[in-house]
């Protein structure tokens, strides 16, 4: 993994760490648990992909526990099937909220919408001690519901005072921030948000600090307000908000949990509910 060290000897709040993650075919891996996943959990997981909606079916199912899933688009759209009764189309500005809890297996809920080609996020949330063995939960947010505050949209949590349909936890804020070429823009975290980063998805921008397409960046431990400004071509980015995720990560291949305790009970309910 590709990681630079910043200085952080100024006043404002500085980036901590940067990285391009490394890619395996169209998704790029940003951030696992094992890695940045320590410096910003509850954030563990970060993936950007690009690819061909037929490609699609090629993700296959998979299970999760201990966790939820936050995938966001930021170019084209899919289609979508909670499997109780919801359906219809995601594109950009939309959201699918995953809470695994005790356990769940996916991947076939999204499929090939209308667009020929997708780009977007799928970020990982480590659950606290009282959800992470709770009931699973799917819910999709289409873009006309989701709130906006200036340029960003409110993809979970809460943010100057709008809130997200996604029923998610309230310690944590995720944006989907779109700025025009040049575009100035200050994040204000909600109280005791200290943990904090920005991925690009399109363009470049300077928050204290360059920040390219395909960049995620960490910042230090504050909950001082982040400056942004976008860059010639504008920036279209993910920004995470999270009160400091206070639990150890206890890792299973597809899983996080706060202790091994946990985990057990989770990748035991994984291979109970094993669909094949």
Do not use: C
Not at 14 to 39: C, K
């Amino acid at each position: 993994m590709s990681t630079q060290m910043l200085d952080q000897t100024t006043t404002q709040r500085s980036i901590a760490a940067i990285t391009r993650g490394h890619s395996h075919g169209p998704i790029t891996r940003l951030m696992s648990p094992s890695d940045f996943g320590q410096l910003l959990k509850p954030f563990v997981f970060l993936d950007l992909f690009e690819m061909e909606t037929q490609t699609m079916s090629q993700m296959g199912i998979h299970p999760h526990s201990g966790i939820a899933t936050v995938t966001v688009l930021t170019e084209g759209d899919v289609h979508y099937n909670d499997k109780v009764g919801h359906e219809g189309y995601m594109g950009v500005g939309g959201v699918e909220w995953m809470r695994a809890g005790t356990g769940i297996w996916h991947g076939d809920e999204m499929s090939q919408g209308k667009s020929k080609r997708i780009q977007g996020f799928q970020l990982w949330v480590a659950l606290d001690a009282e959800l992470e063995l709770s009931s699973s939960f799917t819910q999709f947010v289409e873009s006309d519901q989701t709130p906006a505050v200036g340029p960003a949209r409110v993809m979970i949590g809460s943010y100057a005072g709008v809130t997200s349909p996604a029923r998610s936890p309230q310690n944590m804020t995720y944006l989907l921030v779109t700025l025009a070429p040049n575009e100035r823009w200050q994040f204000v975290p909600e109280p005791k948000q200290s943990t904090a980063f920005i991925a690009v998805a399109k363009g470049d921008l300077d928050a204290n600090g360059a920040i390219t397409a395909g960049d995620l960046a960490a910042f230090e431990d504050s909950t001082d307000p982040i400056d942004i400004q976008a860059g010639a071509q504008g920036a279209t980015f993910v920004l995470g908000s999270a009160i400091p995720h206070p639990y150890p990560l206890s890792l299973g291949y597809y899983s996080v949990h706060t202790s091994p305790e946990a985990l057990a009970i989770g990748e035991a309910e994984i291979l109970r509910i094993r669909p094949f």
